[in-house]
């Protein structure tokens, strides 16, 4: 969890995480599907949740 400027939090989690699975399969943030790599300050401005799911072959996540 990290504390922003602000006071609010924000949550990061890894699903699936292990050795072996490095890879993003899918990422939500707070709670919405997030398919790109970039995601903006006001996204995480009010704090909230930053999903991973995670894989262990690499996945098309994030190329758009």
């Not at 006071?7 to 939500?28: D, E, P, R, V, W």
């Not at 599907?33 to 995670?54: C, M, P, Q, Y």
Request: aromatic residues 10%.
């Amino acid at each position: 969890m990290i504390t922003l400027g602000n006071g609010k939090k924000l949550t990061i989690q890894a699903k699936n995480f292990s050795a072996k699975n490095i890879y993003i399969k899918s990422c939500k943030i707070n709670g919405k599907e997030w398919d790109s790599s970039i995601f903006r300050h006001k996204e995480i401005a009010n704090g909230g949740t930053l999903t991973f799911v995670l894989s262990d072959k690499p996945t098309d996540w994030g190329k758009k």
